[in-house]
């Protein structure tokens, strides 16, 4: 299926590596011109000369920490305005309420809950101006299912599908697309990092995490590619009708109530 996306342009942010860079990879395919943001310079520079190479688009590299307030008005007011934003840098912790003290917390709101409401106030704003634009939140399973052992994240969630929902309610009248993605477990090292959290307080011992991962679908998380399929196609002129709504792909773990 012909996506239509090629000459288009998409910001990426949280590029450098996992969902970002699997997503990165499908738009260039696509044909799509990138601008991909994160932290880390040498991944993104890497990924960037990797896809201009193999898919010959354009691909500018921005290293910009979101979750100060200053660089991301600074790098929003500067970007190009992008057809297609994908809102997907965060870190947040895994951990039950007595494990996530409030600094750590903040710090990781600050990332994915204000990283993304923040970046899309701007960038809405130059989109409407233009009279069109796709938004897409990759947010996560937890925030429909909740998880008391990755509280910070589960809250966090859940709050961005609201605000994904509230926006994209409206947004068509500004000629915007707002939707989300609710990946559950991807195959990311992420996913390590939060399946020995998880151990550690069902447990007592990270080492035990293959026993979480074990009972997933298919005896296995997403891929990061399959996630990425997803968002391409909610990018795209295929999907031009669909706004305000969160898309779970989860092996259907939240539907079946696990």
Not at 19 to 48: M, Q
Not at 119 to 130: P, Q, V
Not at 131 to 160: K, Q, R
Not at 186 to 210: C, N, P, W, Y
Request: hydrophobic share 45%; glycine share 12%; aromatic share 6%.
């Amino acid at each position: 299926m012909d996506l239509n996306l090629s000459g288009k342009r998409a910001l990426i942010t949280g590029a450098s590596r996992g969902i970002g860079a699997a997503i990165a990879e499908v738009l260039a395919e696509e044909g799509c011109d990138l601008d991909l943001a994160a932290r880390s310079g040498p991944d993104l520079k890497k990924l960037a000369a990797q896809l201009g190479t193999d898919y010959g688009v354009n691909v500018d590299v921005h290293v910009v920490d979101l979750r100060q307030s200053h660089e991301l008005d600074r790098f929003a007011a500067a970007v190009p305005v992008p057809d297609i934003l994908i809102n997907n840098a965060g870190d947040i912790p895994g951990g039950p309420l007595a494990a996530v003290d409030e600094q750590t917390w903040r710090h990781a709101w600050e990332l994915k809950v204000f990283g993304y409401i923040n970046l899309t106030r701007h960038l809405y704003t130059r989109m409407k101006t233009r009279g069109h634009g796709v938004i897409i939140n990759n947010i996560g399973a937890s925030g429909e299912g909740t998880d008391a052992n990755y509280i910070a994240g589960s809250t966090g969630n859940a709050a961005l599908m609201t605000f994904t929902r509230a926006l994209g309610g409206r947004s068509l009248a500004d000629g915007i697309r707002v939707l989300g993605v609710n990946p559950g477990p991807v195959a990311t090292d992420r996913i390590l990092t939060l399946m020995k959290a998880q151990a550690r307080a069902r447990f007592g011992d990270e080492d035990r995490h293959s026993e979480l991962t074990a009972i997933f679908p298919l005896g296995r998380a997403a891929t990061p590619r399959e996630i990425a399929d997803l968002i391409a196609f909610l990018a795209s002129d295929r999907s031009a009708y669909t706004t305000g709504a969160v898309f779970t792909i989860d092996g259907g773990v939240s539907a079946a109530g696990l």
